[in-house]
RNA sequence: CGGGGCGUAGCGCAGUUUGGUAGCGCGCACGGUUCGGGACCGUGAGGUCGGAGGUUCAAAUCCUCUCGCCCCGACCA
């Protein structure tokens, strides 16, 4: 491409709008355009990363056996009703009306459409195991869209579903995704980890995430430093229980102190002074739970997970009480609460129970008792309820526990026979006999990743494609009014595309300087400078856009050490 | 949905407190000088001040309503 033709609109200032680096360099170096919130327009350079990633996953998904096909995203309600999700879904929902009055939807997800075609196309056993997938817009109108091409209400997702005989043949197909997974986000050149997660609402048994590694990742994982544990904190195991050491392990004598203006675990620590760290703590929150109150308490320096709350406690979601419920039931402030004393039900963490001498809530404004223990100044039902964090000991080894954050840039489940009984999906075996099929369905966000790539490849002066998904691989970048850089440029660009590498001649009429800013900005990985200097001399000049320097080669060699250069990158 | 912030030229912003001629930088067009890390000089085009209603002789500015966008929290590829 000449990119006197090409369009590539580069700004100098990124919109307001925009603050994390992917979004900020997809809209400065012209990859995509905002037209609504969550939804944007892919530009050409934008749309050769997207198919350069469409590529590496079918090719992946080919060679594991899948099949592609497109399914519709405008659907008429009725299969969702058929699911329940019609109801379920809520108002993530894109409903839509059409001209008779006719309920519609646009697909956030496709279970229950491949479901449906299954059903009415597969009839024997022997037609199985089938891998269905297709790369597809979905819908969904999220509560809040942000980042970017990180989170949209239209974006484009790989989706597979497969259609198993037993559920250890879906989990043999589940565990074949899982190695294509691995495939496929090895060649995107992203570092990534795959965790233990939520199933969430799509309803299944087993599922893993493979999570993008980014500090500006929406999600929190742990990651042990020795096996190759890894699990989002919402369903993360914390580590085993640790007794604090807080000086004398004999348990001292209950006392109580007034602590004024001490609502939250560090003013307590400061009010301490010295002699209190925040693990010497134990922090009571309350809970709604259904129409329950209870009592949650954890070690000062720890943070509720709510998700493994609810969960010990069998109800959906927990709501944290607010000030006047709070005030209501203890009758003290937010802040002073504790589970001294505390009539009601109390969940306590097995680490917020090994703390000898706590100090906690005495549930009096504004009062603190001191060397609160377990057992002797309250009971509580001990439960795992603390997020995971940096430093816990790993739960299946002996190693140490990470946190990161990640992107969560693709999700595999083991769905099985959820849908099909549903929707009454069945085959026949050998014995005529009729079964549900198990299910296994397998996401990819491939929008996302492209913007997820970003996040992990760039630097003040731009984006920096690994070369797998790069828009060009090379863009050869003429110096100088002279004619001699211009047209030797140019012989070099036909002799690099005649070897099938994807360039950009950088034929326009501007300052060098701006020539090098826009190659920086678009990311691409070899950038060749012909100028007059260097071919007085014979020579140009081959630049990594990974690294600073740049190597001076003869002008006969240009193509065979771009080529050599290119393999380098490959690995 | 709760909390915070922002809507003025394509982009970034000033002007709003204290009503009175709509401004700056970048970008864009034209002319000239430049040409190895976002050049310089000159000329010029470009704005329903998010929208509606109100107050006023007069509204970007004050009042009411409304729409949109961003950020932080509960959901998800």
């Known amino acids: 491409m000449r990119y006197s033709q090409a369009f590539i609109p580069t700004v100098k200032e990124a919109p307001k709008d925009a603050t994390m680096p992917s979004h900020v360099l997809m809209l400065r170096a012209g990859y995509a355009r905002m037209v609504g919130a969550g939804i944007y327009e892919l530009l050409p350079l934008g749309v050769r990363v997207l198919h350069k990633i469409e590529r590496i996953i079918r090719e992946e998904m ?6 592609e096909l497109l399914m519709p995203t405008f659907l008429p309600a009725e299969y969702f009703k058929e699911s329940g999700r019609w109801d379920v879904y809520g108002p993530t929902l894109l409903r839509i009306e059409d001209r008779k009055g006719g309920e519609y939807h646009l697909a ?11 059903r009415r196309e597969v009839r024997s056993y022997r037609q199985l195991p089938l891998n269905l997938y297709q790369i597809q817009l979905k819908y969904r109108d999220e509560p809040r869209p942000r980042a970017g091409l990180l989170r949209c209400r239209e974006f484009i997702m790989k989706d597979a579903y497969s259609f198993d005989v037993s559920e250890d043949a879906a989990q043999q197909s ?3 995704m899982r190695d294509t997974y691995h495939r496929i986000f090895q060649r995107l050149g992203l570092e990534y980890r795959v965790v233990e997660a939520d199933s969430g609402a799509i309803g299944g048994k087993q599922s893993a995430e493979f999570q993008v590694l980014a500090q500006t990742g929406e999600d929190r994982i742990v990651a042990c430093d020795r ?20 000086g004398a392990a004999e348990p001292a004598a209950l006392e109580k102190v007034a602590t004024p203006d001490t609502r939250s675990i560090d003013e307590v620590v400061a009010f301490f002074g010295g002699k209190a760290v925040a693990a010497d703590t134990l922090k009571s929150l309350l809970y709604i739970a259904g129409d329950q109150l209870v009592l949650a308490v954890v070690r000062g320096d720890h943070e509720i997970n709510e998700i493994k709350l609810a969960r010990h406690l069998g109800v ?3 709501l944290l009480a607010t000030d006047g419920a709070v005030r209501e039931a203890t009758g003290t402030e937010i802040g002073f609460v504790g589970p001294v004393g505390f009539e009601g039900r109390i969940i306590a963490d097995p680490d917020a129970i090994a703390v000898a001498n706590a100090i906690a809530g005495a549930s009096e404004t504004p009062y603190h008792y001191r060397n609160v223990n377990y057992g002797r100044d309250f009971e509580a039902e001990v439960a795992s309820i603390r ?12 190693g140490r526990l990470q946190l990161y954050r990640g992107i969560e840039g693709g999700h595999i489940f083991v769905l099985g026979t959820h849908y099909s009984e549903k929707m009454s999906a069945t085959f026949l075996d050998e014995e005529g006999k009729s079964h549900p099929f198990v299910m296994g369905c397998y996401g990819i966000g491939v929008s996302r990743l492209i913007a997820a790539v970003i996040e992990q490849h760039h630097d003040e002066q731009g984006i920096r494609w690994p070369l797998p998904v790069a828009p060009y691989e090379v863009i050869v970048t003429p110096i100088g009014k002279e004619e001699a850089p211009l047209a030797k440029a140019t012989e070099i660009y036909g002799a ?3 070897h099938g590498v994807e360039a950009l001649l950088d034929d326009r009429n501007e300052r060098p300087g701006v020539k090098f800013k826009d190659a920086d900005l678009l990311g691409i990985p070899i950038r060749l400078t012909v100028g007059s200097r260097g071919l007085e001399r014979g020579t140009l000049e081959l630049k990594k856009r990974t690294e600073a320097a740049s190597t001076d080669i003869p002008v006969d060699d240009a193509v065979a050490a771009t080529m050599a250069a290119l393999r380098e990158l490959r690995g």
């Open 108 to 118: 956030p997800t496709h279970e229950e459409i491949v479901t449906d075609l299954v």
């Open 62 to 67: 080919d060679a594991a056996g899948a099949q």
């Open 174 to 176: 589940y565990a074949d």
């Open 316 to 318: 959906g979601e927990v």
């Open 387 to 398: 997020q995971a964090a940096s430093g816990d000991r790993c739960p299946a080894c002996e």
């Open 227 to 246: 096996c190759d544990y890894a699990a989002n904190v919402e369903v993360a195991e914390a580590g085993r229980a640790e007794t604090h050491e807080s």
């Open 496 to 498: 690099l595309r005649a």
